[in-house]
């Protein structure tokens, strides 16, 4: 597929020992640091972080007041944009703020309106309004250049964020890249199932990551974000991209990140698949993948953004 570097695909993912192999993900600084301090590293020794970066609240006129987490340091800046109603305590987010914090970079996680500890009511909440949150963060509390890390619908939002601010965002990293998934996924269930959404005006939409095993998802909310549908023209953002995705993932299949591949008019994308991974990517191969992937980054920005 043109455009697209498969950096390591399917099986042969494995194929290095994490923490010890000289691989191709930018292998120095802290990525070498932090696993020489705990050579088995892991999301489960994290929770120390949290005590270190107290919840602040971005206040907006006439919208729902953010809540965020915020470590200054160095540029480029990393922001971790969440996926479908999940908020800024999941694992990936605070693995990217122990990774930051040991290079010395500014970090940011945050709660979108109507999530977490942010403002707002959940019921009234869009895909836009989502978009206008994801922008807030970029152009109030982003200091300089930013890598955007968005998981799953976080990954729809960080393109969006890219096209809206391409001065200030200068690379991507999609983890599951949900792009326009909670439409295509509506578009592909039979006629008169819609019909019957469309009259109940809910969708309960079936996912083994729900206590209740069922998102309930309002129709309003999928005519909405059929207006921030992104893959049926080409995607204007031109910086470096990398998306991962599990080869079991079963809410986002990973050919969508092979389509978000393709659209975007950025020459500098990498394809990363992990062949037994799910939706989450949460075990600890798939953290250390994602934060060798934010430092080899770092490392290619840095000469041109310091």
């Known amino acids: 597929m043109a455009g697209v570097g498969m950096a390591a695909v399917a099986a042969r993912l494995p194929l290095c020992r994490w923490g010890r192999a000289p691989i191709s993900f930018g292998f120095h600084r802290g990525v070498s640091a932090l696993l020489a301090q705990n050579p088995e590293w892991a999301p489960r020794g994290l929770p120390a972080c949290r005590q270190k970066t107290s919840i602040s609240f971005l206040s907006r006129p006439d919208l729902p007041n953010l809540a965020y987490k915020r470590l200054k340091g160095k540029s480029p800046g990393v922001i971790f944009i969440p996926g479908y109603i999940s908020n800024m305590n999941g694992t990936k987010a605070l ?10 970079h500014a970090y940011i996680r945050f709660d979108y309106s ?10 009234e909440c869009t895909v ?3 978009r206008k949150d994801v922008l807030s963060i970029i152009d109030d509390l982003a ?6 890390v968005g998981s799953s619908l976080g990954g729809w939002l960080m393109l969006h964020a890219a096209i809206a601010r391409p001065q ?5 990293i999609g983890v599951a890249t949900a792009v326009d998934g909670l439409v295509t996924q509506f578009n592909q269930l039979p006629v ?8 109940k005006g ?4 079936p996912s083994k990551y729900s206590e209740e095993g069922v998102y309930h998802i309002r129709y309003s909310f999928i005519k909405e974000a059929e207006h921030h549908c992104l893959l049926h023209s080409p995607i204007p953002v031109n910086c470096p991209i990398r998306l991962l995705h599990g080869m079991k993932d079963d ?13 975007v008019v950025s020459t500098d994308v990498d394809v990363i698949l992990r062949k037994h991974s799910d939706h989450r990517m949460k075990e600890k191969a798939d953290i250390q993948l994602l934060v060798y992937t934010i430092d080899d980054l770092i490392d290619k920005l840095s000469t041109v953004v310091n």
């Open 202 to 205: 809910v969708w309960a939409m």
């Open 192 to 199: 008169e199932v819609k019909k019957e959404i469309e009259m």
């Open 95 to 104: 693995a990217i703020e122990e990774f930051c914090k040991s290079l010395g």
């Open 251 to 263: 809410i986002v299949p990973w050919h969508t990140s092979l389509q978000v591949a393709d659209r």
């Open 143 to 148: 200091v300089g250049p930013q890598i955007l």
């Open 114 to 123: 109507g999530v977490g500890n942010s403002d707002g009511n959940l019921e």
């Open 168 to 172: 200030k965002v200068v690379a991507l």
């Open 128 to 130: 836009g309004r989502w």
